[in-house]
């Protein structure tokens, strides 16, 4: 879940990450301060990628 501080909305709506949950038993969730026009450039969406590659 991403959300965007300017007015709280989520990239991903928690019902549905929740949903997600629960259905996927191996789901790994990585919350970001952040929104959906930086959360692709951000170091912290960089280090999940790669701690999910290793």
């Excluded at 991403?2 to 629960?22: E, I």
């Excluded at 259905?23 to 959360?39: K, M, Y």
Aim: glycine share 6%.
């Amino acid at each position: 879940m991403c959300s965007d501080s300017a007015d709280g909305a989520d990239v991903v709506p928690v019902a549905n990450r929740d949903a997600l949950r629960a259905t996927v038993s191996d789901l790994r969730v990585v919350e970001l301060a952040g929104n959906h026009f930086g959360v692709m450039t951000d170091a912290s969406t960089a280090e999940a990628v790669a701690d999910l590659l290793t």
